[in-house]
């Protein structure tokens, strides 16, 4: 089959490489129709996630045709359509009980990597670096889903592929972020970063109740779609354009009640704070760029809730947390727990309370991803999201 | 009450109750180091199930290949005695073990009593405060020999990590009925950085299949 692999920093190719088969009682083949690339994918593109090596499938927003079931899979059968969640849960042991899914004990083969730079190991994702289970991702034409019995979500209706796809990742990880976000009928919301996540973010603060949010990036595209579905925004990038300010003015001078990170570890800032943590990357005194947490936990308001849905890998440096703690702010994070939002954003796709393809600027076949890897780096032809059709020619 | 660790190699009892001296008198003990050529590996984990059946599943040492890493066949030679054979390539050892304390539901204590390897070890079921599962603890000791050797000639694991992961495999398979692993999936060309770390991983370490291997 065809397959997007990880080649090095910078370097993405589509290989021939061998068909996945079973391999666990719980496992299932997929025959993908649809999948994509992440903004977190640019994390592993970008070198910044430990653990990648050279032959490892990218991807891990995918959906498809179920093709092949393991002896232990009940509930899926040869054909049906399904979605398939990023994180791999196991749906058995304490956590998964506990719906925390996305701490799942016994999905990552290779858990004492994690153990070793965490602590603990959480679940094991599609096509994110060794230390996250080293599973082949879904950026190719087939995929081996273990414990397919938990995570795949049946698509039983009619309902395009590029309607759903999403279901995989982004819409709920943009929704959770709002949920963690603690938002309450009235709130202000203000998000950083419009990409994809940033996106599903500010739609799910005024559907969970938001009286306004405040979107902030540089893209005009990415402003402009924030706008579209009632955002205000806000152009960081402009002369003398202080966000914190912008952030009191819009708020009547009290700060947003949440402010949602949705760009993670590689957040760029044009200032002085910018050099600092490029230079202290470079020299590996600090693996993040945390230029957008240090903004939103000095201007949530007292007593409000930072959310982070971005990705974070590693140590950070300069994080105001005397600001956190004089302002007795709560701080939510972490790996989406995907199998609690995914049926019920599925009813509100149904009954079109959303269409998630307001996001899709780009249909691309696989042998145009490492192209589109470096046009989705560089924010390039007004890229907002980029879906493939592994089966395109 | 509980007893100190036992310096003696092979100890008949190394412990005494208490979650193989985790709390001893109310008081945290940290794990035994290794010294004198010695190996101690103390581990645990929390299982969601009830420690009788953990401790028939451990019991079962014919069913020990299926969650044990690079062990390959056991042969019950009596009640409470073993045979043991692990291989890492072309690389074979053998050994038989005895169980000196056996307590159902609650823990086993088995030594071995000859051959290639010299070892010993403790695993305790105790059921989980609050009622949320059974925490399963393992206190091994190695003495460094052919054994050790062997297994360091694995790459990517120590008879130490060995230990954890063969606890990480048992909790898995206790809980899913499977161990996860990505062995056999496709991926493009590693190239020699990509093999070597793989190795450094533990990725080469075959992952235990989690069904009776067919003999």
Redesign the interface.
Known sequence: ?K?V?W?GKSNV?T?N?????I????DAIIKITRTAICGSDLHLYNGFIP?M?????LGHEFMGVVEEVGQ?VTNLRRGDRVVVPFTIA?????FC?TKLWSAC?????????MEAAYGYSGS?LFGFS?MM????GGQAQYV?V??ANVGPLKIETDLPDEKVLFLSDIFPTGYMAAENAQVQEGDTVAVWGCGPVGQFAIASAFMLGAARVIAIDRIPERLALARQVGAVTVDYSEDDMSVLTALKDLTGGTGPDSCIDAVGLEAHSGDLQGVYDTVKNALLLETDRPAVLRQAIQGVRKGGTVSIPGVYGGLLDKVPFGAAFGKGITMKMGQTNMHNYMKPLLERIEKGQIDPTYIISHRVTLDQVPEMYKIWRDKKENVTKIVIDPWAA | MSKPLSEKPNAEAICSSVAAGILINGHYASPPEGKDGKIWVRTCAKVQSDPATLYALWRNVERAPEWQEQIVEVRKTGERTSHWVMRSGDDRIEWDSEIVNDEPAKRIVWRSIGGDSDNAGEVIFESALGNRGTVVTVLQEFRMGKLASLWETIAGRNPKQAVIENLRHFKALAETGEIPRTQGQPSGPRGRVGEIKQSAYGEKTPTPPATRIAS
């Open positions: 089959m397959a692999c080649m190719e290989l490489v061998p068909d996945p088969t391999l666990n009682p719980h653990t090596e050279a032959g490892d499938i232990e196991c749906g058995s042991c304490q009980k004990d016994n999905t990552n083969p290779n858990a004492h990597l094991g060794h289970g080293g599973y082949a081996r273990p414990f």
